[in-house]
């Protein structure tokens, strides 16, 4: 993504480093706390995709992995408000990709990404953490 915005080749794997080793970093954090086991395998997907440098929309099925354990959650635990208006917006995103000329695959990690962040800040923030 930094080199399509025209960002140097040391820049973009600067950048690429940075987010492989927070992604490496929170997988650690997450999988060591008592988080439910969805969120777990939902930020252990996204994580996955995220820390590549190469991303191709043929990978984003792995997305589907992280989708459907938030759905799951969701289904147990209650959606929140948020949660529909991102997994529509991360569809909408991801149809949109042949007729567009970004890489709207990184934006729709970034949804999944944040959704899952979401819920485990609503978690937290309760003190209700699920086994």
């Known amino acids: 993504m930094a080199r399509f915005f025209g960002g140097s080749e ?3 794997w600067t950048a690429q480093i940075i987010v ?7 997988t650690f954090a997450l999988w060591r706390s008592r988080i439910a086991y969805e969120l777990k395998a939902a930020s252990l997907a996204v994580f996955a995709l995220l820390a590549t440098p190469y991303l ?4 984003f099925c792995v997305l589907a992995v992280a989708v459907a354990f938030l ?3 969701a289904l147990r635990q209650g959606q929140l408000t948020a949660e529909a208006a991102g997994l529509a917006s991360c569809a909408v995103l991801l149809l949109s990709y042949p007729y567009v000329k970004m890489q709207v695959g ?16 609503a ?7 699920v086994d």
Do not use: G
């Open 71 to 73: 759905l799951r959650y």
């Open 20 to 26: 492989a080793l927070a992604c490496a970093t929170t």
């Open 106 to 121: 990184l934006a729709a990690a970034a949804i999944i990404f944040a959704l899952m962040l979401n819920r485990c800040a």
């Open 56 to 59: 191709y929309i043929y990978d």
């Open 10 to 12: 040391s820049a973009a």
């Open 123 to 129: 978690i937290t923030s309760r003190r209700y953490l």
